[in-house]
């Protein structure tokens, strides 16, 4: 299958690799972004020929939210949705058969965080730093807020929800 927000390949090792390929946007998240990585993932859970999806950023970034774009000239109910639509792919990474794996390096902010929590495992490089930044521009992340405190705990969660900080990746 081919994405424009995407590079999927399969490896004779049975090792699917999704590279978020948006570099000079940080790899945020869009709606084709997150319709298609859902579409992947659930195409990969199905796949005989794969046993682990490895999930990276092309880039210097892994991935470092959501684009703010998308939000502009939306009513209350269709940023609701548009939302939801954000969340999805998280969802259904939770939810997978196979172990997903998050490769991480340079930022994974806000819903980018929210992907590496919902992931089995994650690996960091060591330039990696990880939050939920939405607050630093009047905005809450409401999506990623929920694999990241089932990842790392509610109150600590709640930390970086409020403080909208980055953590090292040693300290994550």
Not at 119 to 127: E, K, Q, T, V
């Amino acid at each position: 299958m081919s994405y424009e927000t995407l590079m999927v390949e399969i490896g004779d090792d049975l090792v699917a690799v999704i590279t978020l390929n948006r570099p000079s946007q940080l790899n945020t998240f869009t709606t084709p972004l997150a319709a298609e990585l859902d579409q992947a993932m659930k195409a990969l859970d199905g796949n005989r020929g794969v046993r682990v999806i490895l999930i990276k950023g092309a880039g210097k970034h892994f991935c470092a939210g959501i684009d703010v774009n998308e939000l502009t000239g939306k009513t209350a109910l269709e940023l609701r949705d548009w939302i939801e639509r954000m969340e999805t792919p998280l969802v259904t990474i939770s939810r997978m058969n196979k172990p997903v794996i998050a490769q991480v390096h340079g930022v994974a902010a806000a819903n980018g965080a929210g992907l590496v929590a919902a992931c089995d495992l994650a690996i960091a490089a060591d330039n990696a730093r990880i939050g939920l930044t939405a607050i630093n521009v009047g905005l809450n992340c409401v999506g990623p807020v929920i694999p990241v405190s089932k990842s790392v705990g509610r109150k600590v969660a709640l930390e970086m929800l409020l403080y909208g900080d980055l953590m090292e990746a040693q300290e994550a």
